[in-house]
């Protein structure tokens, strides 16, 4: 039939390539003729030796053993076979005469896959040697893919997981100790194997994603982590895993491949140069060696002076540019001063550079000193004019030093104090070196310290608002109380207002302190005008730092503190200094036009102490300028200086404003300043600040009725 004619054919192709061993001739030859007639490819052994020597020289796919021969026997022939890495899987079915239990067990321990007795039955004989072949070709098609999948993972970038979530097994692919720098007896086994190379800080999140993933919160589980290598350093890699769950909805396997980003992570995408995590690492390496060899080792921490002004005047596409060329310019000099360094880890002698953002770099120097040499090099080399585009474009750069000593434990200490002493640079004209000292070290630290006890000051009410009266010039009548912050000295020494200020505006407390000045001073006010029911009430004036506009909302926090207390806006006068309102023009003006729109009074505090101009500042909704203290020493008398004074008061007069003229001390002054038409007068000549109860008695005996 034709269709069975085909299905044989198709099988011969499938069939195997048998050796029959058997010393009688007869039915050797009898079995190899009716299996080459069902299509496979026989060859016959008469004897053990030489069937040894026919599997040694031809694939075959399954021996036919006769247990019995004269010289070697099946089962000798079996047992060398077995010993023999080529042929150890080779199917082979041992022909036995008889079927007593001992001698099959025996051939199947000796490793025959199994027996047929003899005589011959040839259907049962085909049918197992079939089932055999079968196995053997299922078996070798598994080998070729797993060979085939173990070159894609040994060749695959990926470390390739499989993590067996019951058993907590995990196979992880040559790549992991190839990634962590790892002999091949470190192969991870367990999953605590991977956990316990997770660096501490992504533990957590790590835990957290493999909960988020297996509970079916999230469709992957993805997520960047460090991996701690071999020289105790660390790698990123991103994980992309997913679970395989059992019937029962729990995640039975999670498998799936991780990637080394450790370039991408460390690397400042702008200029190529390490970025900060790197440098951190890095830096902890060097303060190990420097610590253990007593090598010298500082870091450099460079700020370009002007790239602000490039930024905005060019553009952010010049301003990138310019930062390639000065990251160009800093490899260029610093590989003349010693060998780049190359990995974390490597703490020989060397110089490494990083980008820590914006116009900021820094420069590790391991072993050549304080490094002030490696400093000036690079503030030569950075001045030279830039070519961005088509322009010139000069920047000059401000270095603070900190070089290592056993007293820095951690390298965020080491950059800190390095960019200390950079601002100092700053400070004393750009375009220079500071190296760091502990003088400078001890202003930091007592800053954050007067810091946090101002927090603490506030929390426990230890501050209070002293009020010091303004009044007309004319008749000593009284028009306003400023407030001022007093934080009474309890066993330490008592703060000057504005030192406390200044710190308050660098630590950011300003916000909570400038807001609890506004509402405890509303609150006394408001006492104040209970005490003198039907007289003339004076204005309240507040002090306000030009940090509290920054948040954007400051009048709604104003507004805020009114109605809390119930003083009315028109009662209110903040007092702005000219510095404040020059660093962020748009922001306070806009705040300003709505307090003004809700009726609160806006004066000019410290006038003359800034660079601003009364015609500029016109645009601001002021209605009183405060003449600073300072513009009193031009009243010694002599012609040139006291013009000076009267010409502010004119100009203010002229932009419609009220002049107070602050820090009067003496009643020359006071006379003077009349003179000059100066409405409004402030100062120790008229009273020092008061706190409650001597402003109550101040009110009684100066309030007219
Ligand atoms: P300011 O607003 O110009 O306040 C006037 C300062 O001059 C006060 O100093 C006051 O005590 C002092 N003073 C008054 N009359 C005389 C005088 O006749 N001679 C001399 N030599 N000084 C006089 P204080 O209280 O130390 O405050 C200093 C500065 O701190 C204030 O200058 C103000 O700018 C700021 N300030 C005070 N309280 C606050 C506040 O609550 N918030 C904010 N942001 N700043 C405040
Ligand atoms: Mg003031
Ligand atoms: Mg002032």
Redesign the pocket.
């Known amino acids: 039939m034709n269709s069975g004619f085909q299905t044989a054919a198709a099988d011969s192709d499938e069939k195997g390539y048998i050796l029959v061993v058997d010393d009688d001739d007869a039915s050797r030859e009898m079995l190899a003729r009716r299996l080459q007639r069902v299509g496979f490819q026989v060859e016959s052994a008469a004897g053990g030796q030489e069937a040894l020597e026919r599997v040694a020289n031809a694939p075959f796919d399954l021996v036919l053993l006769d247990r019995s021969m004269p010289q070697m026997g099946g089962m000798e022939v079996l047992r060398v076979l077995r010993e023999k890495r080529t042929a150890r899987d080779l199917p082979v079915i041992m022909v036995t005469a008889e079927a007593q239990s001992e001698s099959v067990s025996e051939a199947l321990e000796a490793g025959a896959n199994d027996y047929i007795t003899k005589p011959l039955d040839f259907r049962v004989a085909l049918s197992r040697i079939r089932n055999h072949l079968g196995h053997r070709r299922a078996e070798r098609r598994l080998q070729h893919s797993e060979r085939r999948y173990a070159l894609a993972v040994e060749g695959a970038n990926d470390v390739v997981i499989d993590w067996n979530v019951a058993s907590g097994e995990l196979y992880a692919s040559p790549r992991w100790n190839e990634i962590l720098g790892l002999t091949p007896g470190e192969t991870p086994q367990v999953i605590g194997d991977w956990f316990s190379r997770v660096h501490p800080s992504d533990l957590m999140r790590l835990h957290e994603a493999i909960q988020a993933h297996s509970r079916g919160a999230q469709p992957n589980l993805e997520l960047d982590h460090r991996l701690r290598h071999a020289d105790g350093t660390y790698r990123w890699v991103r994980s992309r895993c997913k679970a395989v769950y059992s019937s029962d909805g729990l995640p039975e396997r999670i498998s799936g491949a991780l990637t080394d980003i450790t370039a991408s992570k460390t690397a400042d995408p702008l200029t190529g140069l390490p970025n900060r995590t790197y440098l951190s690492e890095a830096l902890a390496y060097r303060m190990e060696a420097s610590r253990a060899a007593g090598t010298p080792l500082a870091v450099l921490f460079l700020d370009l002076d002007g790239f602000k002004y490039v930024n905005d005047s060019l553009g952010h596409t010049a301003g990138d540019e310019l930062l390639i060329q000065v990251a160009e310019r800093l490899r260029r000099t610093l590989s003349s001063c010693g060998p780049l360094s190359c990995g974390p880890a490597e703490v020989a002698d060397s110089v490494l550079m990083a980008r820590l953002g914006g116009d900021e770099f820094a420069v590790l120097v391991s072993g050549y000193g304080d490094g002030r040499q490696q400093a000036e090099l690079i503030r030569h080399s950075l001045s030279a004019p830039f070519r961005v585009s088509t322009h010139q474009v000069y920047v000059t750069t401000s270095i603070g030093i900190a070089v290592y000593n056993r007293g820095y434990t951690a390298p965020h200490e080491l950059l800190r104090d390095a960019d200390t002493a950079m601002y100092r640079a700053k400070v004393l004209g750009k375009n220079r070196l500071a190296v760091f000292t502990g003088a400078m070290r001890a202003q930091v630290t007592e800053r954050l310290r007067l810091g946090n006890s101002i927090r603490d000051a506030l929390a426990r009410g230890d501050f209070q608002v002293a009020f010091?009266p303004i009044v007309t010039l004319a008749d000593r009548s009284l028009v306003g109380l400023?407030?001022?912050?007093r934080w009474p000295a309890g066993a330490g020494k008592p703060y000057?207002?504005?030192q406390v200020?200044r710190v308050a505006e660098e630590t950011g407390v300003?916000f909570e302190l400038?807001q609890w000045?506004l509402e405890e001073s509303c609150r006394q006010m408001l006492r104040f005008h209970a005490a003198i029911p039907g007289r003339r009430l004076p204005y309240l004036h507040?002090?306000?730092?030009g940090v509290q506009f920054a948040t954007g909302n400051f009048d709604e926090k104003v507004m805020e503190a009114l109605q809390l207390t119930g003083l009315d806006p028109s009662w209110l006068g903040l007092?702005i200094?000219e510095t404040a309102v020059m660093k962020d023009v748009e922001g306070v003006l806009v705040s300003l036009k709505k307090l003004q729109a809700n009726s609160v009074r806006l004066s000019i505090?410290?006038f003359g102490t800034g660079y601003s101009s009364l015609s500029y500042l016109n645009q601001f909704p002021f209605d009183t300028l405060?003449l600073d203290?300072s513009f009193l020493h031009h009243l010694d008398h002599s012609h040139g200086n006291t013009e000076i004074v009267r010409a502010v008061i004119q100009l203010a007069h002229a932009l419609h404003m009220k002049v107070v003229a602050?820090?009067?001390?003496t009643a020359e002054e006071a006379c003077w300043l009349q003179q000059f038409g100066c409405e409004y007068g402030?100062?120790?000549?008229f009273s020092h600040?008061m706190f409650e109860t001597e402003v109550m008695e101040y009110l009684t005996q100066h309030v007219a009725v």
Do not use: F, W
């Not at 400023?482 to 912050?485: D, K, P, Q, R, T």
């Open positions: 010091q400023e407030a001022l912050l000057a207002t504005d200020i300003i400038g000045v507040v002090n306000v730092s007092e200094t505090d410290d405060k203290r602050e820090g009067i001390e402030q100062g120790y000549h600040p």
